[in-house]
C-alpha cells in the first residue's frame, strides 16, 4: 500500500535532513521552525517535556493538551499533527530504536516500556512538581553530556535508559495493576504483525499462529493490555487506515474499502459505523473540511 504521509527522521526535524544522527536533544526557545509538513509519520521517538505554557498535539485524530510539569511521547510510525511550539519553555528528545538498544541485542528491552508504541495509552503524562524535578535533573545531566566536546554515545544512551525507567516507575506507582511485561511484549510483537499485515484480512488465528500462541492466549493477552480482544483490536487497525485514506487522499468510500480488502462497500460502511458512529462519507466530509481547507 503506497504511504500517505511523509516519513521524516531526526535530521529533518533539526532541518539537516540528510544528518544521519540517532539522538538529539533540542530546547523550545533554541529550535529552528523544523521545514517538515504539519501532518506526518516519525521514523524515531520523541519525548516532549513542557516546563511552562499550553499546547496541543494531535495523534491520529485524537488531541492531547499538553500543560507544564507534563512529558509527551510520540512513536515511529504515528501520524502526528505538528503543533505551535513557540510559546512552550520546555523541548524534546529525539532517539531512534538502534539507539535505545545500542550494545543490546534484544528489542524486547524497548518492548518493555508501557508508554512507547501503545496507541491504547495516553501518550501524555502529567506530573508532580516534585515528579518533574526528577525528570528534568535526568534530562540536565543528558544536556551537558551532550553538548561536551568529547561527549559519548554509550553515556547518553545509559541516561536515557534512565530517564524512561524512571517514567515508567512514575507510570506503574499510576496504574492500579500494571500489564506484566511478557504480556507487554508479546502485544507489541503482535502489533507489528498487524501493521504488516492490516489491510490482508488476516484472523486473530493467523496472528496467534505466527506468535507461536493459541487464539485464546492472544484474546487474554489483548484484553490485559487494550481492553478489546484481539478481532477488535484488528478491526481497529483497519478503520484507523481507512480513516487516514478517507481524511488526507482523493479516494472514494469504495476505493478506500478495496484497498482494505472489504469483501463490499456496504460491509465496509457497516464496519466502520460500528467503529466511528458514523458513516465513511459523513467522516470523510467532516475530516477533509478539518484538515485539509487549512
Not at 516546563?51 to 498535539?57: D, N, P, V, Y
Not at 494531535?58 to 502526528?80: A, C, M, R, W
Not at 498487524?194 to 492472544?218: R, V, W
Request: aromatic share 14%; proline share 3%.
Amino acid at each position: 500500500m503506497k504511504e500517505v504521509f511523509p516519513f521524516y527522521s531526526i535530521g529533518h526535524f533539526i532541518n539537516q535532513p540528510s544528518n544521519r544522527t540517532e539522538f538529539e536533544i533540542t530546547y523550545f526557545d533554541e529550535m529552528e521552525e523544523p521545514d517538515v509538513d504539519d501532518i506526518h509519520k516519525h521514523t524515531f521517538y520523541e519525548i516532549l517535556w513542557t516546563e511552562e505554557g499550553l499546547s496541543k498535539q494531535t495523534i491520529d485524530y485524537k488531541e492531547y493538551e499538553v500543560s507544564p510539569n507534563s512529558l509527551f511521547f510520540i512513536s515511529p510510525g504515528q501520524v502526528h499533527q505538528f503543533e505551535e511550539w513557540k510559546p512552550l519553555k520546555g523541548g524534546t528528545i529525539l532517539f531512534t530504536e538502534d539507539f535505545f538498544l545500542l550494545n543490546y541485542n534484544n528489542k524486547d528491552r524497548l518492548f518493555e516500556l508501557s508508554f512507547l508504541d501503545n496507541f491504547y495509552t495516553n501518550p501524555c503524562i502529567q506530573l508532580s512538581e516534585k515528579d518533574f524535578a526528577e525528570i528534568r535533573h535526568i534530562i540536565n545531566l543528558i544536556t551537558t553530556e551532550h553538548r561536551r566536546t568529547d561527549s559519548s554515545s554509550t553515556i547518553i544512551q545509559s541516561m536515557l535508559h534512565i530517564l524512561l525507567a524512571q517514567v515508567q516507575r512514575l507510570v506503574d506507582t499510576e496504574t492500579a495493576q500494571p500489564v506484566s511485561k511478557k504480556y507487554l511484549i508479546l502485544f507489541k510483537h503482535f502489533k507489528i504483525l498487524l501493521d504488516q499485515h492490516f489491510a490482508d484480512n488476516k484472523t486473530a488465528s493467523f496472528f496467534a499462529g505466527e506468535l507461536h500462541i493459541t487464539p485464546h492466549h492472544l484474546n487474554v493477552i489483548t484484553k490485559e493490555v487494550t481492553g478489546k480482544t484481539a478481532s477488535e483490536v484488528i478491526r481497529a487497525r483497519s478503520i484507523l487506515e481507512a480513516k487516514r485514506l478517507l481524511t488526507f487522499t482523493d479516494k472514494t468510500v469504495s476505493e478506500v474499502a478495496f484497498e482494505l480488502n472489504y469483501t463490499d462497500s456496504s460491509y465496509f460502511a457497516k464496519a466502520f459505523k460500528a467503529e466511528t458512529g458514523i458513516t465513511p462519507m459523513i467522516f470523510k466530509n467532516q475530516m477533509s473540511e478539518k484538515y485539509r481547507t487549512r
